[in-house]
T-cell receptor
Framework: SQTIHQWPATLVQPVGSPLSLECTVEGTSNPNLYWYRQAAGRGLQLLFY??????ISSEVPQNLSASRPQDRQFILSSKKLLLSDSGFYLCAWAPGDYNSPLHFGNGTRLTVT | SQQGEEDPQALSIQEGENATMNCSYK?????LQWYRQNSGRGLVHLIL?????REKHSGRLRVTLDTSKKSSSLLITASRAADTASYFCAWMNSGYSTLTFGKGTMLLVSP
């Protein structure tokens, strides 16, 4: 069966520090991969998605970047964190089929101080 | 904005009662999905309804879709305290490969 791993679960970082969040998927190949951010009490905002290695689409301009160095690995990064980067970050995967649901990781709670 | 609306924002009921949550969207869609999120956790997929379907059932869940009104509803029957969570609708826009999420409904079921 397929599983998705996302870490760390919580992270407290100072303003101006770098960020690296990692997500890996097991049990499937060539998944579509997604990074979402959820502000407190709000819905999910799509940040990046990828349909293949090295293919990254960005939904909103921001202080973050994403990379997909391997088929089942998706990394969210920042060179210098801002206070506004605080939030709950969720990685998800789906088969390359528009009528399949997303499968989410357990999320990373990021607090920028 | 591509976001729609969910209502109510919060719903408080007693165990055994039914809970209905509504979702509206603004675009043509391939499908609409409902997810559940327990506090501080990732989202879990509940049910997917395609644009050519009008109603779908899964256990105590019933989802309807009205594409002419661009709206959907989720009904949870005979609710339990364990149903306490936030519920989100999400729609797959026609021609896109990403989901847009609503802002969610926070459901509290009291014993």
């Amino acid at each position: 069966s397929q599983t998705i791993h996302q870490w760390p679960a919580t992270l407290v970082q100072p303003v101006g520090s770098p960020l690296s969040l990692e997500c890996t998927v097991e049990g499937t190949s060539n998944p579509n991969l997604y990074w979402y951010r959820q502000a407190a009490g709000r819905g999910l905002q799509l940040l990046f998605y990828s349909v293949g290695i090295g293919q990254i689409s960005s939904e909103v301009p921001q202080n973050l970047s994403a990379s997909r160095p391997q088929d089942r690995q998706f990394i969210l990064s920042s060179k210098k964190l801002l206070l506004s980067d605080s939030g709950f970050y969720l990685c998800a995967w789906a088969p390359g089929d528009y009528n399949s649901p997303l499968h989410f990781g357990n999320g990373t709670r990021l607090t920028v101080t | 904005s591509q976001q729609g609306e969910e209502d109510p924002q919060a719903l408080s009921i007693q165990e055994g009662e039914n809970a209905t949550m509504n979702c509206s969207y603004k675009t043509s869609i391939n499908n609409l999905q409902w997810y559940r999120q327990n506090s501080g956790r990732g989202l879990v997929h509940l049910i997917l309804i395609r644009s050519n379907e009008r109603e779908k059932h899964s256990g105590r869940l019933r989802v309807t879709l009205d594409t002419s009104k661009k709206s959907s509803s989720l009904l949870i029957t005979a609710s339990r305290a364990a149903d306490t969570a936030s519920y989100f609708c999400a729609w797959m826009n026609s021609g896109y490969s990403t989901l847009t999420f609503g802002k969610g409904t926070m459901l509290l079921v009291s014993p």
